[in-house]
């Protein structure tokens, strides 16, 4: 999270007995005048000061040091990961300048009119998510039962499935790459508005920086998702995860991954 615009500073940090330790020894190596004389060769202190110059130097470090700790614990939106350095960005603009070298020839490299602007729309879609994106790809489930999604903690775990709870949303500290979908669920996958009943089992991948809503439509009972997926990768494809053989009453049988919301 971004440091606060007030200027209060986050002590969170302050709280770990190592932090306040080191306070305590940064404080007891400050010059100190005593108000009282010397007994018995011993120091008694009634009151005491500290000198002005050291006092100054010690409050600045202990701004400078707390303000750097709260970088690297919170850091600014500034500092999230920039998605058009990823893989996902390059295959996306590639994408895009295929499509466009075959827009003036005379076929449309195989598309329709309406199907050549519906998929460079997509296109750009997916293009301007990566451009203005500040958190991790999130996956927020508002449909009626458990959801299964692939994802990810970056530079920990490598992509694999998890359970997401009825009205739960991924922690931004993780990717959620894409969602897993079984045999015999109702789904309408945009740009389709139609809903389907799915014959075999898929997953539906997005996007870095994609903040993906799947969601159960009261009337239809379908799970609709809110933004159109990059892939749909099928049972039997190569695909760069495993499809299980999971039904929806097997997934709802599941207890959700608390890691994915903590």
């Known amino acids: 999270m971004p440091i606060p615009a007030s200027n209060s500073v986050n002590l969170e940090v302050a709280n770990s007995a190592e932090f306040l330790r080191f306070i305590g020894a940064v404080m007891s190596s ?44 919170n850091p600014p939106a500034w500092a999230n990961k920039d998605f058009t350095k990823g893989a996902d960005y390059v295959e996306v603009t590639e994408s895009i300048n295929q499509l466009q070298q075959v827009k ?5 490299g195989g598309y329709t009119p309406e199907q050549f602007q519906q998929q460079l729309e997509q296109l750009q879609a997916q293009k301007l998510v990566m451009e203005t994106a500040r958190k991790r790809a999130q996956c927020h489930n508002e449909t009626t039962g458990t959801l299964a999604v692939y994802a990810n903690l970056p530079k920990k775990s490598p992509t694999q499935l998890y359970f997401l709870g009825a009205g739960q949303t991924t922690d931004d500290d993780w990717d959620c790459d894409g969602i897993f979908l079984p045999v015999g669920a109702k789904v309408v996958l945009p740009p389709s508005t139609e809903v389907q009943e799915l014959t075999e089992a898929i997953a539906v991948k997005f996007v870095d920086g994609t903040q993906s809503i799947a969601r159960t439509n009261p009337t239809t009972s379908a799970i609709e998702l809110s933004v159109a997926p990059a892939h749909v990768f099928k049972t039997g494809e190569t695909t760069p995860w495993t499809i299980p053989t999971l039904s929806q009453t097997d997934i709802d049988a599941t207890i959700p991954s608390q890691e994915l919301v903590d």
């Open 30 to 73: 400050l010059p100190i005048k005593s108000r009282t004389e010397a007994s018995n060769s011993n120091w008694k202190i009634s009151a005491f000061e500290y000198s002005g110059k050291p006092m100054k130097l010690f409050k600045f470090t202990l701004v400078a040091l707390v303000l750097l700790l709260n970088l690297i614990i």
């Open 104 to 108: 003036d020839t005379p076929d449309l």
